[in-house]
């Protein structure tokens, strides 16, 4: 992880968000995916280890909250309010992207 060893807030966003990957997984689950199958059909270059390790983390931290299936099913990821809070930011994102 990246660590910047400062208390500055955006040093402490950017620990975590900036982390190849992570807005990739985080503009997945805004669009809806919940099962870790479908996030890694939104982000086929990405390991699904890589993925785990992403989850685990952005749970860790209070992005994700993860959902254990009934009757032993696959588990399902959905985004806390303050996953959902970084809706804005990844909407900018891809608009600054497409242009």
């Not at 660590?3 to 997945?28: N, S």
């Not at 099962?35 to 685990?56: D, H, K, T, Y």
Request: with cysteine.
């Amino acid at each position: 992880m990246i660590d910047y060893g400062q208390f500055c807030t955006v040093a402490r966003g950017a620990e975590v968000f900036g982390k190849r990957w992570t807005p990739l997984v985080v503009r997945e689950l805004l669009c809806g995916s919940t099962r870790f199958n479908e996030i890694r059909r939104g982000v086929p270059c990405m390991s699904a280890s890589l993925l785990a390790q992403r989850l685990r983390k952005l749970e860790d931290i209070g992005v994700v909250k993860r959902v254990v299936g009934a009757a032993g099913g696959p588990a399902e990821y959905h985004l806390s309010g303050a996953g959902e809070e970084l809706r804005p930011i990844i909407m900018a994102l891809g608009e600054r992207g497409a242009r």
